[in-house]
């Protein structure tokens, strides 16, 4: 599912499509707490 909708295409939807605002839809849980630096990778919305 990753890429599905990438950061790209969430800016396109925000521009044109009516949306206020994306995000990504999949960041891997894991057993320890994920740095704020995957987040940022996988979401540059968030900066």
Known sequence: MEGVIDALTRDLLTRQAGF???????VRVVDTRLPPRVFYKHCPELT
Do not use: Y
Not at 20 to 26: A, G, I, S
């Open 20 to 26: 206020d605002w994306t995000v990504t839809e999949f």
